[in-house]
Structures are given as C-alpha cells and as structure tokens.
C-alpha cells in the first residue's frame, strides 16, 4: 500500500511539473512575440526598415547588398561594416540614397546611416 502511494506521489509530481513548463513555455514565446512587436514598432518610428543581407560571388554583382523586406528591392551598401557582412543577417537599416554610377547591375548604390542586428 505504501508503495502504491509512493507511485502516485511521483506521478502526480511529474504531471503537475510537466503542465507547468508547458506553461511557462507558451507564456515566454507569448512574452517574446510582445517584445518583438514593441522593438519593431520602437524602430520603425524612428525611421529604421527591415532588411536582410544578401551576399554574392557571381562575377558582375556586388558582394554583399541589403535586401529590403517591404518591397525586396536591393541596395548597394557602399560602408558596410566588416562585421555585418553575413550572409542572411536580418537588419535594422536607415540608409540615404546616392547620385553615383552603380557598382552593379541589380542595385542602387546607397549610404549607411545606422544599422543595427535584428531578431
């Protein structure tokens, strides 16, 4: 008899314990979604748009360009920093357009203004 209870006292423990990580677990994504949507929101105001970096070795294109995500146009990033040149690196970009002859066919050369990684 002690046994059986000893059984059940476990069991009982184990589901209790299973359905509070489920729990936890659905709210931290629910809390992480939230914390995307509010540094999104954050960003956006301040002028920053969503893009991607997309890196090259074709002879003819330029190594690395920014992929916009609001309409995939792609941006020819003349001062990209060493350290974001990572293919398929999602950014936060604010760039400013120039008035010089492009280095590559499929895109317009732009200047970084800020950029910063993003989830």
Same mark, same amino acid.
């Given at each position: 008899?002690?046994?059986?209870?000893?059984?059940?006292?476990?069991?009982?423990?184990?589901?209790?314990?299973?359905?509070?990580?489920?729990k936890t677990t659905a709210e931290d994504a629910s809390t992480d979604t939230e914390a995307s949507a509010m540094e999104a929101?954050?960003?956006? +105001?301040? /002028?920053? @748009? $969503?893009?991607v970096i997309v890196s090259s070795k074709a002879e003819g294109d330029c190594p690395y360009v920014l992929k916009m995500e609001e309409n995939n146009n792609l941006l020819d990033p003349i001062n990209l +920093?060493? /350290?974001? @040149? $990572?293919?398929?690196?999602?950014?936060?970009?604010?760039?400013?357009?120039?008035?010089?002859?492009?280095r590559c066919e499929k895109a317009n050369p732009v200047s970084i203004v800020e950029i910063e990684m993003r989830n």
């Open positions: 008899m002690t046994l059986l209870k000893t059984c059940l006292a476990i069991a009982t423990i184990f589901v209790i314990s299973c359905n509070s990580t489920s929101k954050k960003m956006m +105001e301040a /002028g920053f @748009k $969503k893009a +920093e060493e /350290g974001m @040149k $990572k293919d398929g690196l999602k950014v936060w970009v604010t760039y400013q357009g120039l008035r010089m002859m492009n």
